[in-house]
T-cell receptor, first 113, second 116 residues
Framework: RKEVEQDPGPFNVPEGATVAFNCTYS??????FFWYRQDCRKEPKLLMS???SGNEDGRFTAQLNRASQYISLLIRDSKLSDSATYLC??????????????FGKGTKLSVKP | DGGITQSPKYLFRKEGQNVTLSCEQN?????MYWYRQDPGQGLRLIYY???????QKGDIAEGYSVSREKKESFPLTVTSAQKNPTAFYLC???????????????FGQGTRLTVV
């Protein structure tokens, strides 16, 4: 069975803080990796794909470590609007009863003034 | 504007009734998915389809049925056999399983189903 594990949090941080989330996956036969953001009572939205070399988009940095089977998301200079649940997603070539997109349960972030 | 549309946004069902949730996409995606999300919980896969006229059961398929007669459409029926159907239902699509890297999923806005 393929598993994607995340610390559920909540992570409570002050505005301006730097916060990092990790996500581990159990099956090495993985193709691609993503971070999604989900606001309360809304659908998940793609935050960023995770490239093997690591990638950055403004205040957000994602990294992949295939050898250790984890991905990370770093948020710098946290804003109140960053408060949400962050979902780690792993895409596998072949599905099964879980399908090919495996979602972690999410990490809740709360940024306080 | 390309996207994925779910309807209705809110749905109320009486116990013992079947109800069908609509999901339509105009992204030309091959793969489509249905997920269920309960309050404070993660996404659980109900059914998915990688191509027209084919679909596979997910982890929690019991009490649900789907069809995939057209590439654009993947309706979900919540049957009376589903004992606890009140939940947030999310439909998603992606280019296709196993078609290469970065095949991210795009979600509809969801349908909130309540049994009354």
């Amino acid at each position: 069975r393929k598993e994607v594990e995340q610390d559920p949090g909540p992570f409570n941080v002050p505005e301006g803080a730097t916060v990092a989330f990790n996500c581990t996956y159990s099956n090495s036969a993985s193709q691609s990796f993503f971070w999604y953001r989900q606001d309360c009572r809304k659908e998940p939205k793609l935050l960023m794909s995770v490239y093997s070399s690591g990638n950055e988009d403004g205040r957000f940095t994602a990294q992949l470590n295939r050898a250790s089977q984890y991905i990370s998301l770093l948020i710098r200079d946290s804003k109140l609007s960053d408060s949400a649940t962050y979902l780690c997603v792993v895409n596998y070539l072949y599905g099964g009863s879980q399908g090919n997109l495996i979602f972690g349960k999410g990490t809740k972030l709360s940024v306080k003034p | 504007d390309g996207g994925i549309t779910q309807s209705p946004k809110y749905l109320f069902r009486k116990e013992g009734q079947n109800v069908t949730l609509s999901c339509e996409q105009n992204l030309n995606h091959d793969a489509m998915y249905w997920y269920r999300q309960d309050p404070g919980q993660g996404l659980r896969l109900i059914y998915y389809s990688q191509i027209v006229n084919d679909f596979q059961k997910g982890d929690i398929a019991e009490g649900y049925s789907v069809s995939r007669e057209k590439k654009e459409s993947f309706p979900l029926t919540v049957t009376s056999a589903q004992k606890n159907p009140t939940a947030f239902y999310l439909c998603a699509s992606s280019i296709g399983a196993g078609t290469g890297d970065y095949t991210e999923a795009f979600f509809g806005q969801g349908t909130r189903l309540t049994v009354v």
